[in-house]
């Protein structure tokens, strides 16, 4: 048996244990089970997020406790930790690893993680989607979002079924998760689901999610008019009741820089506080600090309908010329994302 094999089957069957333990004694379980993450840690991603979590659970009444005692009594425990290995040790630990050996063989920045924006109709089908993950996990990428808002995500089933070892977030809206669709979910334990907010049915969305126990979140998009909004904590507390993991916060292509950074830095601070009992995100910024700490340059590419590559990285473009239903994924991020060559001195 590899080695990454034995070390998964040590995780799944920590974790169940875990979750067995958190129904009785939430605080005192996450605790040590920090506290043994960070014990084990060797790369820098772990370091950082077990000395981080170590730090927020010393607060006794942190809103996180409630959270991890609500999630391992509702949700289904093998998407967990199907969910959770996938996105922790795959994403971030194993494919870390490869995404460094690959830099410094390459010569170029690989993203942690790549968004997909399909359209119905459009360039970016699901087998051009198929074939740019298979190379993304070549590379080390096993953490993927599918903004599925403007097509049917019924039609990405087989993929996220394909790439069982990633994590996939994908974000849909209120109308599409029907019945037929969130029955299909629940045995995708590779993937949580995000509903889109404020608009639409999306309480009864969470509904049927929860009563399925499904891991999910919710979602929105911003820009300066939803700047008050969001700051003033009320999306947040308002998503309180629907049992949502995540609520994530995505920025529209045009949104000026310092309403970003004004949301990225709300999002901050907002975990660190612990004030609410679900993790708040903001995607772009969070993506990047993840690659920061990933590997040393921070990068990160989403690939719209036409396959039209698009990054945020201290400003918003499009690049037709990168696009993915036309050129291969390697190849893109080498024009992309270059490595600065070393000075001689």
Same mark, same amino acid.
């Given at each position: 048996?590899? *080695?990454?094999?034995?070390?998964?089957?040590?995780?799944?069957? %920590?974790?169940?244990?875990?979750?067995?333990?958190?129904?009785?004694?939430?605080?005192?379980?996450?605790? *040590?089970? !920090?506290?043994?993450?960070?014990?084990?840690?060797?790369?820098?991603?772990? *370091?950082?997020?077990? $000395?981080?979590?170590?730090?927020?659970?010393?607060?006794?009444?942190?809103?996180?406790?409630?959270?991890? $005692?609500?999630?391992?009594?509702?949700?289904?425990?093998?998407?967990?930790?199907?969910?959770?290995?996938?996105?922790?040790?795959?994403?971030?630990?194993?494919?870390? &690893?490869? @995404?460094?050996?690959?830099?410094?063989?390459?010569?170029?920045?690989?993203?942690?993680? @790549?968004?997909?924006?399909?359209?119905?109709?459009?360039?970016?089908?699901?087998?051009?989607?198929?074939?740019?993950? $298979?190379?993304? &996990?070549?590379?080390?990428?096993?953490?993927?979002?599918?903004?599925?808002?403007?097509?049917?995500? #019924?039609?990405?089933?087989? +993929?996220?079924?394909?790439?069982?070892?990633?994590?996939?977030?994908?974000?849909?809206?209120?109308?599409?998760?029907?019945?037929?669709?969130?029955? =299909?979910?629940?045995?995708?334990?590779?993937?949580?689901?995000?509903?889109?907010?404020?608009?639409?049915?999306?309480?009864?969305?969470?509904?049927?999610?929860? =009563?399925?126990?499904?891991?999910?979140?919710?979602?929105?998009?911003?820009?300066?008019?939803?700047?008050?909004?969001?700051?003033?904590?009320?999306? $947040?507390?308002?998503?309180?009741?629907?049992?949502?993991?995540?609520?994530?916060? +995505?920025?529209?292509?045009?949104?000026?820089?310092?309403?970003? =950074?004004?949301?990225?830095?709300?999002?901050?601070?907002?975990? %660190? #506080?612990?004030?609410?009992? +679900? !993790?708040?995100?903001?995607?772009?910024?969070?993506?990047?600090?993840?690659?920061?700490?990933?590997?040393?340059?921070?990068?990160?590419?989403?690939?719209?309908?036409?396959?039209?590559?698009?990054?945020?990285?201290?400003?918003?473009?499009?690049?037709?010329?990168?696009?993915?239903?036309?050129?291969?994924?390697?190849?893109?991020?080498?024009?992309?994302?270059? &490595?600065? &060559? #070393?000075?001689?001195?």
């Amino acid at each position: 048996m590899a *080695k990454s094999d034995v070390t998964r089957t040590i995780l799944e069957t %920590t974790i169940s244990q875990a979750l067995r333990d958190m129904a009785r004694d939430p605080a005192r379980t996450m605790r *040590k089970l !920090v506290d043994l993450g960070r014990h084990f840690s060797h790369g820098r991603f772990q *370091k950082h997020f077990f $000395a981080l979590a170590q730090t927020m659970l010393a607060h006794e009444d942190s809103a996180y406790y409630p959270l991890m $005692a609500r999630v391992a009594a509702q949700v289904e425990h093998q998407h967990l930790k199907t969910f959770g290995i996938n996105l922790g040790y795959n994403g971030c630990t194993n494919g870390a &690893k490869l @995404i460094r050996e690959n830099e410094a063989r390459l010569g170029f920045n690989i993203p942690w993680a @790549i968004a997909f924006a399909p359209s119905a109709g459009q360039a970016l089908t699901p087998q051009a989607i198929d074939a740019a993950i $298979a190379q993304g &996990k070549a590379l080390g990428v096993y953490t993927y979002l599918l903004l599925c808002e403007r097509c049917d995500p #019924a039609a990405y089933l087989s +993929l996220l079924r394909a790439h069982e070892g990633c994590a996939f977030f994908l974000f849909c809206r209120a109308e599409a998760l029907d019945a037929p669709l969130l029955d =299909a979910l629940m045995g995708v334990h590779n993937t949580m689901v995000s509903v889109a907010t404020p608009e639409g049915a999306w309480r009864d969305a969470c509904n049927a999610m929860h =009563a399925r126990r499904m891991l999910y979140g919710a979602h929105t998009w911003y820009d300066r008019v939803d700047e008050p909004r969001l700051l003033s904590g009320d999306w $947040a507390r308002d998503l309180a009741p629907s049992a949502c993991v995540f609520a994530m916060m +995505l920025a529209r292509p045009a949104c000026p820089d310092a309403v970003c =950074a004004r949301i990225a830095r709300y999002a901050l601070e907002t975990r %660190t #506080a612990q004030a609410h009992p +679900l !993790v708040l995100i903001d995607v772009a910024s969070d993506m990047l600090a993840a690659d920061r700490i990933i590997s040393d340059d921070a990068c990160a590419i989403a690939f719209g309908a036409s396959g039209a590559a698009y990054m945020r990285d201290g400003g918003s473009r499009e690049d037709s010329l990168l696009n993915i239903c036309q050129h291969p994924l390697q190849e893109i991020l080498q024009r992309a994302f270059p &490595k600065a &060559k #070393a000075v001689v001195k």
